[in-house]
Structures are given as structure tokens and as C-alpha cells.
């Protein structure tokens, strides 16, 4: 059993803590990412699981066993790195089965172990050539390939596609979920591109400053996040944000919109709304609730990403069909979506209003 459980796991360099009680569960066979931006703590926790760092306080169980004390090669874990970290003077086969030859493993099992390896990544026809020889997708792929002939319990990578092209990537991304598929094996992946997170995890966990900010399924962090760090965060392009006031009688109305019908919960303290680029309609200039000035149409082919200016410092994000022919001077008006609105106080949480609790229903 693969299940991971940390409790109120803390580290400190000296009298600085950078990560911060951590409670996390990682179910048998799930596929975790770690995301956030750079500092946040994901690489730290990962080392921290995986051993190579020692936490300051709380516990790391694999299974039903503590491991707060136990070796990194003693875990059941299996980590692949950003850097690759092949040996230069060995041929794949040799490089995949370094770590099995060094524990002292039959040459048999080893022979088989390498050679399943090489067969669910596509590498027998590589096994003789040495790392000079491969791309950089296959180099990453014989690194993942010396993680898989230790038959871990676990497996752990930190940002493995970053020193990948945009196009490997992707095919990287789309080998890596058919491994889980395959392997049914827990894998818990490190990366600071959300949308490498939204493609790959069955649950994201959304770090800052070495603090848990939410935990869900993809589309639970992107229709339903429970503050504005995780709405701003997940998604591409990111959310908008528009100031807003709340009047008298509970309604909100954003800064220099025409007024919304968005009753929110008693008491509320209502400083800003948020709204995703797909969740704006076009309309003419002076219709609809917001009025602005077209600073550049994206034009990608099947839609079009327009970047709107309303006076306030972030341009309006809107994403439209493709066939759009608003231009750059040009300007538009915008339709809100009153169901697709989240609301945030001062502190950055999230609000329910009456909309969206029908919506959640």
C-alpha cells in the first residue's frame, strides 16, 4: 500500500520556517501535483518525502510505517530530477541498471527489470546508445526509466519537462499519464506551470509561502477556488479582478460597470470581483455592463485573446472565437456572466451569492 500521509510536517534553515505545518493525504495510487510560484516550498516538501532533506517537526508515513528516520533508499521511493544526471560513459541499458547492479541484485531480475522498463517507454531500440546520442524527451525518458526498474512504492519528480522544448513537453506530459495508467503507481509531481498541474493531476495541491491555500481536483480549483492567490493562479490566461463595492441593500457592483444583480451572503465585506476570460460576452460599446479600449487583439486561429483597457493597471482579459474582428483602438463593450462572478472580501476569500450556489447545485 503506496498511501502517503504528512502531519503537521515544518522546516526550518535556522530561525527562517519555510514550510509550515503541512497536513496532507495522498491516496494509493493517486497522482498529486505540487504547484505555486517559485519559493513557495514544493521542491522542499518533495525532498522532505522523498528524504533527501530532514523535516524540523510533524511526521511522513508511507503505508502504516513512520519514515521520518528511515534512509532514502529505504522508503520505496523513486525520484526523477529537472536535470537528467545520466552517466556520460554508459549506454542506456547501462545507466538503467546502475542502481540495481550497485544494490547487488541478480543479473537475471535486473536483465528483466530493464527491459520492461525499456519496453512500457519506448527505449529498446535505444538501450546500446549512450546519453550523447538521445534528445533531450529520450534522455528523460531513460531517467524515468531508471525510477521505474527500482519498482517503487512511490514516485516523486521535481519539474522533470523543465529543460524541454514546448512540443516535448506535451508529449512528455502524454507519456507520463499513460505511465500512471499503466503502472497504477502513486506519483506525486512537483511543477510551477499550472497548466502542466491541470493536465496531469488527478488533485492539486496549491502551495504559497509554505502553506496548503487549497486542495482539489483540477476543475474543483478552477470553477470553485476558495481564495483569490488559487482564482488567480489556476488558469490560462489567469482570472480577472475588478474592485467592487457592496450597497445597502446587499447587491455588488463593480468599479465603473453598470450595475450587476449579484446579491451576496449578510455580511459580507465585498472588495473585489473576479471573472475568467471565457466568461465574458462581446457586445457594442455602451451595451452590456463594462466599456473599454482594445490594447491588442491575440489572434491565434481558433480564438482570440483580446486585452481590453478599463482604466484599472491589469488590462481586461477576454477570450473570444477566432473570427472576431475587433481591433486594437476599437472600442467594445463587455456582457459578464452574473453566474460565473466569484466574489472576494479583503482578505482574499471567496463568497458565495445566490447565483452560485444555484450554479453548484
Known amino acids: 500500500m503506496s498511501q502517503l500521509v504528512l502531519r503537521k510536517v515544518r522546516k526550518s534553515f535556522g530561525r527562517i520556517d519555510v514550510i509550515h505545518g503541512v497536513d496532507l493525504e495522498v491516496r494509493d495510487g493517486e497522482f498529486v501535483v505540487f504547484v505555486g510560484p517559485s519559493g513557495c516550498g514544493k521542491s522542499t516538501l518533495l525532498r522532505m518525502i522523498a528524504g533527501l532533506e530532514p523535516i524540523s517537526g510533524g511526521e511522513i508515513a508511507i503505508g502504516d510505517e513512520v519514515v521520518n528516520d528511515i534512509a532514502p533508499a529505504d522508503r520505496g521511493i523513486a525520484m526523477v530530477f529537472q536535470s537528467y544526471a545520466l552517466y556520460p560513459h554508459k549506454d542506456v541499458y547501462g545507466n538503467m541498471a546502475f542502481a540495481l547492479r550497485h544494490a547487488g541484485e541478480d543479473k537475471a531480475v535486473?536483465?528483466?527489470r530493464v527491459r520492461h522498463a525499456a519496453d512500457i517507454l519506448g527505449l529498446e531500440p535505444l538501450l546500446k546508445r549512450k546519453p550523447k546520442e538521445l534528445s533531450g524527451g529520450q534522455r528523460q525518458r531513460v531517467a524515468i526509466g531508471r525510477a521505474i526498474v527500482r519498482d517503487p512504492e512511490?514516485?516523486?519528480f521535481d519539474e522533470p519537462l523543465s529543460n524541454l522544448d514546448a512540443a516535448l513537453r506535451v508529449q512528455m506530459r502524454v507519456e507520463i499519464l499513460r505511465l500512471h495508467k499503466r503502472l497504477k503507481t502513486t506519483m506525486i509531481y512537483v511543477t510551477h506551470d499550472q497548466v502542466e498541474a491541470m493536465t496531469l493531476a488527478d488533485?492539486?495541491?496549491?502551495l504559497r509561502d509554505g502553506r496548503i491555500e487549497q486542495v482539489g481536483t483540477p476543475l474543483e480549483l478552477y470553477h470553485h477556488p476558495e481564495n483569490r492567490f488559487v482564482a488567480g493562479f489556476?488558469?490560462?490566461?489567469?482570472m480577472n479582478f475588478l474592485p467592487a463595492a457592496?450597497?445597502?441593500?446587499?447587491?455588488?457592483?463593480?468599479?465603473?460597470?453598470r450595475p450587476l444583480d449579484l446579491p451576496v451572503e449578510p455580511g459580507s465585506d465585498v472588495v473585489e470581483l473576479g471573472i475568467r476570460p471565457?466568461?465574458?460576452?462581446?457586445c457594442a460599446a455602451g451595451e452590456g455592463h463594462l466599456t473599454g479600449e482594445v490594447l491588442v487583439a491575440e489572434r491565434l486561429g481558433g480564438e482570440?485573446?483580446?486585452?481590453?483597457?478599463?482604466?484599472e493597471p491589469?488590462?481586461?482579459?477576454?477570450r473570444a472565437d477566432g473570427s472576431v474582428t475587433q481591433q486594437s483602438g476599437e472600442s467594445v463593450g463587455l456582457r459578464l456572466r452574473p453566474e460565473s462572478l466569484h466574489v472576494f472580501d479583503g482578505e482574499g476569500r471567496a463568497h458565495p451569492h445566490r447565483e452560485r450556489h444555484a450554479l453548484i447545485a
Open 278 to 282: 471565457e466568461h465574458v460576452g462581446l
Open 246 to 257: 457592496r450597497d445597502g441593500q446587499g447587491h455588488v457592483t463593480a468599479a465603473g460597470s
Open 234 to 238: 489556476i488558469g490560462s490566461p489567469r
Open 304 to 311: 482570440t485573446f483580446l486585452h481590453v483597457d478599463l482604466g
Open 154 to 156: 512511490i514516485f516523486l
Open 314 to 318: 491589469e488590462p481586461f482579459v477576454v
Open 110 to 112: 535486473i536483465d528483466k
Open 203 to 206: 488533485r492539486i495541491v496549491v
